[in-house]
């Protein structure tokens, strides 16, 4: 059965000082993998998706950045965090089967505050 | 741009008062329509996908059903654990092939024994 890891499972940061979130998932080959923030009262927001090794995709301009260097690895880091990057960062993977939708499981979240 | 905006955002009921949360979006051709289950400080858990206007599917206490305007979770008879944040999410038929869904705020349920 498929697993996906996220670390840390908190994190509590400076503003100004840089970020490191990895995500792994176990279990499948090649999925896609996604990065969302939620902050209070608001939807999931995409951040950045990956098809595949190398390719990442940035949904909304920001400070962040993402990386895949490993088919089940996903990281996303920051240089310079700002007291807005504070939230719950969820990673999530799916798999594309036949040309048909495929659901998004995600991860069990990193708590970002930044102070 | 696709929206999701869902009702009520919160909902308080008795133990085995049942009831319905709504799921109403705008998207320019459906490829599917998605319910999670989120506990507090925890990722979102999958319950189910719809494709189709009509269609339906059920687990446990859980039935969710898909118009093409809207789609509803109804909960019958539930329990204090069936309380959870309920997220509603579609993805658009544009999309295929990165599968970006696009997510509602979601309906904070509570249950009360």
């Known amino acids: 059965s498929q697993t996906i890891h996220q670390w840390p499972a908190t994190l509590v940061q400076p503003v100004g000082s840089p970020l490191s979130l990895e995500c792994t998932v176990e279990g499948t080959s090649n999925p896609n993998l996604y990065w969302y923030r939620q902050a209070a009262g608001r939807g999931l927001q995409l951040l950045f998706y990956s098809v595949g090794i190398g390719q990442i995709s940035s949904e909304v301009p920001q400070n962040l950045s993402a990386s895949r260097p490993q088919d089940r690895q996903f990281i996303l880091s920051s240089k310079k965090l700002l007291l807005s990057d504070s939230g719950f960062y969820l990673c999530?993977?799916?798999?594309?089967?036949?040309?048909?939708?495929?659901?998004?499981?995600f991860g069990p979240g990193t708590r970002l505050t930044v102070l | 741009e696709d929206q999701v905006t869902q009702s009520p955002e919160a909902l308080r009921l008795q133990e085995g008062e049942s009831s319905s949360l709504n799921c109403s979006y705008t998207?320019?051709?459906?490829?599917?329509l998605f319910w999670y289950r989120q506990d507090p400080g925890k990722g979102p858990e999958f319950l189910f996908t719809?494709?189709?206007a009509g269609e339906e599917k059920e687990k446990e206490r859980l039935k969710a059903t898909l118009t093409k305007k809207e789609s509803f979770l109804h909960i019958t008879a539930p329990k204090p654990e069936d309380s959870a944040t309920y997220l509603c999410a579609v993805q658009a038929l544009r999309n295929f092939g990165n599968e970006k869904l696009t997510f509602g705020t979601g309906t904070r349920l509570t249950i009360i024994p």
């Open positions: 999530a993977w799916s798999v594309l089967r036949g040309g048909r939708v495929d659901t998004q499981y």
């Open positions: 998207v320019s051709g459906l490829r599917g």
């Open positions: 719809l494709y189709s």
